[in-house]
């Protein structure tokens, strides 16, 4: 999260666990309703020929609710944030809840 209007700092980590479903929830639920955050999740799929596999991805969570300042600080510091982390495979933006379905991320990761 942004701190004050130029620090970053973590606000939050999570055990993993041996279920993705269950940690991707989880995750869902401390995301905040009135402040952007930006997230890492280490996502647990099968590939359509019955591979597991797994992907880094970086989560940028602008809900609606939050105020405009500071959506457009997150906004703004997005693309450096995300360019100083190694590993993400994919990159998601979600605004409310219904952006953040693991089926629908899982699907995604599919994707070439």
Partial sequence: MIEGESKIVVDQT???????EADFE???SILPTDNPRYAVF???????DGRPQ???VFVFWSPDN???KP??????????IRQSLQGIAKE????DMDDLNITEVKAKCQQV
């Fill in 14 to 20: 999570l055990e993993k666990t041996d279920s993705c």
């Fill in 26 to 28: 989880k995750f869902r």
């Fill in 42 to 48: 280490d996502i647990h799929y099968t590939t359509s």
């Fill in 54 to 56: 797994d992907k880094i």
């Fill in 66 to 68: 939050a105020g405009i």
């Fill in 71 to 80: 959506k457009m600080l997150a906004a703004s510091s997005k693309d450096a």
């Fill in 92 to 95: 998601f933006q979600a605004n």
